[in-house]
């Protein structure tokens, strides 16, 4: 069965950085198309980045120039680094691919 398993979160102040990593298993990966999703309380799950089998990432305008996706298919693991981080991207990140979805890892950037 397919499983996506999310770490890397924490706590960090302004400005600081974090890097999440997302490995799957039970699939073909390097197929696929994986997104990073965010949703903080009361808030709807947002897009932030996503990067095709073949390696080509798109991104949230709201984390251009901040965050990188990028994957590994040897270790079926894609990555989202985020730099300069902001108190309104706290929220807990899950990665998507195809129809699975992981359960999250908690991000909270504090003041």
């Known amino acids: 069965q397919l499983q996506l398993v999310e770490s890397g979160g924490g706590s960090v102040q302004p400005g600081g950085s974090l890097r999440l990593s997302c490995v799957v298993s039970?699939?073909?990966?390097?197929?696929?198309?994986v997104t990073w999703y965010r949703q903080a309380p009361g808030n709807q799950r947002e897009l932030v980045a996503s990067?095709?089998?073949?390696?080509?990432?798109n991104y949230a305008d709201f984390v251009r120039g901040r965050f990188t996706i990028s994957r590994d298919n040897f270790k079926n693991t894609v990555y989202l680094q985020m730099n300069s981080l902001k108190p309104e991207d706290t929220a807990i990140y899950f990665c998507q691919m195809a129809r699975g979805w992981g359960r999250g890892t908690q991000v909270t950037v504090s003041l």
């Open positions: 990067i095709t089998g073949g390696g080509i990432p």
């Open positions: 039970g699939s073909i990966f390097y197929i696929y198309t």
